[in-house]
């Protein structure tokens, strides 16, 4: 079942910007950076924490336009599976309602559920669970 919160989302309109205050203004560190499909996936942590903060742009949070594509942006909480297609078929069973079905990603597994308000919940599996 769900382990962990993996990350919260911060949505940004500069990347840079927002870095530079996490890690040189709140003294967190920065864990994750590097091109995904949807995007940078930048993310910060406190020192020896395990739950990080995606600094995340997209055109929307921005305010730009987004050139006719669309960007799946991360959920603003983001669960932790050790088997999350196994986890899927469980929660669809319960009721839960998805976006999609679990597509495989470079980190490993992603699926999106959306909670009774429409607010979106990120399930995800590292790769290598």
Known sequence: MLTDIMYVTVYVTDQDRAL???TEGLGLE???????PDGR????????????IIL????SAAGQP???REVLAPGPV???????????E??????????DEPQDYPFGVRV?????????VSLRQRRGR
């Open 20 to 22: 530079a205050f996490y």
């Open 30 to 36: 920065k864990h994750a950076d590097y091109p995904g």
């Open 41 to 52: 996936f930048l993310t910060v942590r406190a020192p020896g924490s395990p739950v990080e």
């Open 56 to 59: 995340w742009s997209h055109p």
């Open 66 to 68: 987004s050139g006719g």
């Open 78 to 88: 983001i669960l932790e599976s050790d088997d999350l297609r196994k986890d899927f």
């Open 90 to 99: 469980v929660l669809r069973g319960r009721g839960v309602r998805f976006l």
């Open 112 to 120: 999106e559920a959306v909670d009774p308000d429409g607010n979106r």
